[in-house]
């Protein structure tokens, strides 16, 4: 889901610069309104450095974020305790916020 929602952010953005479009309008689905292709984008890039630093916290955010999985479904997928799972999850969001932070103030 988040190769998805970054393929359309980064299609998005090269449609306002006269690109072309894409048959998939995911706008239609809810999914991503226009005003947050920039911070979709972002995110991909805050988690592409977060996963090489800590490639199971990264894993933890897209299955939480993206995939839609609680704490208990991300457990088992990742083959980790619930409690692994949180605290990957609180260590993740804050350095995936202070990173994105960093960026916009760039």
């Given at each position: 889901?988040?190769?998805?929602?970054?393929?359309?952010?980064?299609?998005?953005?090269?449609?306002?610069?006269g690109?072309?479009?894409?048959?998939?309008?995911?706008?239609?689905?809810?999914?991503?309104?226009?005003?947050?292709?920039?911070?979709?984008?972002?995110?991909?890039?805050?988690?592409?450095?977060?996963?090489?630093l800590?490639?199971?916290?990264?894993?933890?955010v897209?299955?939480?974020?993206?995939?839609?999985?609680?704490?208990?479904?991300?457990?088992?997928?990742?083959?980790?305790?619930?409690?692994?799972?949180?605290?990957?999850?609180?260590?993740?969001?804050?350095?995936?916020?202070?990173?994105?932070?960093?960026?916009?103030?760039?």
């Amino acid at each position: 889901m988040r190769h998805v929602l970054v393929d359309y952010a980064r299609a998005r953005a090269t449609n306002k610069r006269g690109g072309p479009h894409k048959p998939v309008r995911l706008e239609d689905m809810g999914l991503i309104s226009g005003d947050h292709i920039g911070e979709v984008i972002a995110l991909d890039d805050a988690l592409t450095s977060l996963s090489k630093l800590h490639a199971r916290q990264s894993q933890v955010v897209e299955l939480r974020f993206f995939g839609g999985c609680s704490v208990k479904e991300t457990a088992e997928t990742l083959n980790i305790s619930p409690e692994t799972v949180m605290r990957d999850w609180r260590a993740a969001r804050a350095w995936l916020y202070r990173e994105l932070e960093r960026k916009h103030t760039e």
